[in-house]
């Protein structure tokens, strides 16, 4: 592992983060001692810890009883240190506007940096600005995965959209064939997202967009909106980005020498303990769960190909991103992940893994030490 310079920053990010088992602060236990050694920590909220708020009736979409939380719940995130913190997912406005301000301002008292989400358009847009060892980094966060009337804009609170149009073409030949299907990103939201960059990026050395995008659950299929986006952020100055909400490891993207990690897959979470038929997309994709993943074994509600995660990392100097890694994580049948190391057959099975869910994607990986680097000369 490279030594850490001053000039340097040290960044790892995990993904999904909000388990719903109280106290929430040992779904850090394992991972701890890896985060302890960055400088700083990014994390993706997929819960509102809020005491305030209502169900509200979207148009489409379900919604989620457990997606708020008592402020009590939020421990995981002290106990793990996490810096920056994105509040731009699909659950943040489940109960309302409320809720997610509650969040945000909890998160400020305790000193981090929240994105994403605001009481209106400019502040969810806003970046995170935040220098360590003389580097500035800005942090951007958007969502793809929302309901009508979630996004922020002119005096309405919300998240920093990134949406997306579906349209379907059928498929006759085999009855009962799922319809092509085709997402396009919206216009309006690509020119506001690259905005967003190039002003960012005139205020810090280096610019790293969070969103919460693609299937969840699905393994490696990508969306069609998902590779316009990137490529676009990337054109505009992003130099790195996080993807999540698929709840498992999707592609590496290389692409003009920037790292687009699609999925990274989920970090510190446990899964609703209610399932149902309305649980499962579309009726059509079904799932088993390991069964020492379940209650009283387990507490992880998950697909077995979830427990399969990372830690994304980067080295940051002043003239850009220096080194793009990860460590291939596991995440046990008490959803707390861990580092796996190369005497540990999981770690060759998560690169396997990360290798087949990237490969129509460019990109190249090689093993040093505990990591996995990503080649950017690709």
């Known amino acids: 592992m490279p030594e850490k310079s001053s000039s ?9 983060i909000g388990p719903i088992h109280a106290p929430t602060e040992k779904f850090a236990e394992l991972i701890l001692p890896e985060l302890q050694k960055a400088d700083l920590r990014f994390g993706q909220c997929e819960r509102t810890y809020s005491e305030r708020g209502w169900l509200p009736e979207y148009a489409n979409g379900p919604g989620g ?28 406005m489940d109960w309302g506007p409320e809720a997610v301000l509650d969040t945000a301002d909890m998160f400020r008292r305790m000193g981090k940096h929240v994105i994403g989400a605001g009481k209106d358009g400019e502040e969810a847009r806003k970046p995170a ?24 804009g002119d005096g309405k609170a919300g998240i920093a959209p990134m949406r997306a149009h579906t349209y379907y073409a059928p498929e006759e030949f085999q009855p009962g064939t799922p319809p ?30 969070s969103i919460h995008w693609g299937l969840r659950h699905v393994p490696k299929t990508i969306c069609t909106y998902q590779e316009p986006v990137a490529h ?45 038929s309305g649980t499962f997309d579309w009726n059509l994709i079904w799932f088993p769960i390991d069964k020492e993943c379940l209650p009283p074994h387990g507490m992880y509600q998950f697909p077995t190909h979830c427990r399969k995660t990372m830690l994304a990392k980067a080295v940051i100097s002043k003239k850009g991103i220096d080194r793009v890694s990860f460590l291939p994580c596991f995440i046990n049948n008490m959803a707390q992940p861990y580092v796996v190391t190369p005497d540990d057959p999981k770690f060759q099975e998560i690169v396997d893994w990360t290798e087949w869910v990237s490969d129509q994607h460019p990109h190249k990986l090689r093993v040093e030490g505990n990591e996995v680097v990503v080649d950017t000369t690709t």
């Open 180 to 209: 092509k299907i085709i997402t396009e990103p919206y216009a309006e939201d690509i020119k506001a997202l690259q905005d967003d960059v190039r002003k960012a990026k005139k205020l810090a050395d280096v610019v790293i967009m």
């Open 8 to 16: 340097t920053v040290t960044l790892v990010a995990g993904g999904d």
């Open 129 to 152: 600005i935040v220098e360590r060892n003389g580097v500035k980094i800005a942090f951007l966060a958007y969502c793809s995965v929302l309901r009508d009337g979630q996004a922020a």
């Open 65 to 92: 009883n457990l997606t708020r939380l008592h402020p009590d719940y939020a421990s995981v995130w002290e106990k793990s240190g996490m810096d920056i913190i994105s509040l731009a997912s699909n659950h943040a």
């Open 232 to 276: 676009a952020a990337i054109d505009a100055g992003v130099d790195l980005i996080l993807g999540h909400h698929a709840h498992s490891i999707k592609a590496i993207e290389v692409y003009k020498g920037k790292v687009c990690f699609y999925s990274i897959g989920n970090f510190m979470t446990t899964g609703s303990n209610k399932r149902t």
